[in-house]
C-alpha cells in the first residue's frame, strides 16, 4: 500500500516542479497572457497561426479552450511552502484525439525568464509520465513547426519519433516551414522507463 501512496502522492511532481490545475481566476489569466501570450518569441514558437499581437480579451478566450474539457491542463510551477507561493513558470495541455482511442496531443510553453534551464525536458517527461500511467493513454502526439529547433530536440531526446511532415505548413518572416508531427507509444514509453506492467 506505501508504493501506491506514494505514487498518488509524487502524481503531481518531478524532480524541480510541481503542476497544479489551472485556475479560472485573474492571476493565472494574467499571468499566461503576460509571461506567454505578449512574448512575441514565445508565441510564435508554440502557435503556428498568424503572428500579431493578442490583447487580453483574445487571451481569456484562448485559456478558456486551453481548460474547456482537457484530459488534462496544469500550470507548471516552481514550488514553496504551500499552494500560494507557488511560482508559476509555464502550462502544458494533453487534449484527447479522440479519447476513445486513448490518444491524446500534448502543448507546451514556458515562460521566457524560465527557459533554457532544462524545465522543458523536464516537464515533457513528466507529462509523457502521466499520461500512460495516470491518463490511460496509448498514444501522446504533438506537432513542432521546423524552425522550433529547441522544441523539437527536446522531443526527440525525450522519446517522440517522427510521423509525418507537413510541408510548407506556416509562413513566417517570408519563409514557408515544414510542421513535424511526432508520438511515443504506451510501449516505447515502457521500454525507455524499463518498465512492463
Given at each position: 500500500m506505501d508504493c501506491i501512496t506514494s505514487a498518488l502522492a509524487?502524481?503531481?511532481?518531478?524532480?524541480?516542479?510541481?503542476?497544479?490545475?489551472?485556475?479560472?481566476?485573474?492571476?493565472?489569466?494574467?499571468?499566461?497572457?503576460?509571461?506567454?501570450?505578449?512574448?512575441?518569441?514565445?508565441?510564435?514558437?508554440?502557435?503556428?497561426?498568424?503572428?500579431?499581437?493578442?490583447?487580453?480579451?483574445?487571451?481569456?478566450?484562448?485559456?478558456?479552450?486551453?481548460?474547456?474539457?482537457?484530459?488534462?491542463?496544469?500550470?507548471?510551477?516552481?514550488?514553496?511552502?504551500?499552494?500560494?507561493?507557488?511560482?508559476?513558470?509555464?502550462?502544458?495541455?494533453?487534449?484527447?484525439?479522440?479519447?476513445?482511442?486513448?490518444?491524446?496531443?500534448?502543448?507546451?510553453?514556458?515562460?521566457?525568464?524560465?527557459?533554457?534551464?532544462?524545465?522543458?525536458?523536464?516537464?515533457?517527461?513528466?507529462a509523457m509520465d502521466w499520461s500512460f500511467k495516470w491518463g490511460g493513454l496509448h498514444s501522446l502526439t504533438l506537432g513542432a513547426s521546423l524552425y522550433n529547433e529547441r522544441a523539437v530536440a527536446v522531443y526527440r531526446k525525450a522519446g517522440f519519433r517522427q510521423e509525418g511532415i507537413s510541408k510548407e505548413a506556416v509562413y513566417r518572416n517570408r519563409k514557408w516551414w515544414d510542421t513535424v508531427q511526432m508520438a511515443i507509444l504506451e510501449q516505447e514509453w515502457e521500454a525507455l522507463r524499463g518498465t512492463k506492467n
Open positions: 509524487g502524481a503531481f511532481r518531478s524532480k524541480r516542479l510541481v503542476y497544479r490545475a489551472i485556475e479560472d481566476n485573474d492571476a493565472d489569466k494574467s499571468f499566461l497572457y503576460t509571461q506567454l501570450q505578449l512574448d512575441p518569441a514565445t508565441s510564435a514558437l508554440s502557435d503556428p497561426s498568424i503572428h500579431r499581437p493578442s490583447n487580453r480579451k483574445e487571451s481569456d478566450q484562448w485559456v478558456d479552450i486551453l481548460v474547456s474539457n482537457p484530459l488534462l491542463s496544469v500550470m507548471i510551477c516552481l514550488p514553496g511552502d504551500s499552494l500560494k507561493d507557488f511560482v508559476p513558470i509555464g502550462y502544458i495541455s494533453i487534449k484527447g484525439l479522440p479519447m476513445y482511442q486513448r490518444r491524446a496531443s500534448l502543448s507546451i510553453q514556458i515562460a521566457p525568464a524560465y527557459q533554457n534551464r532544462g524545465y522543458g525536458s523536464e516537464v515533457i517527461n513528466w
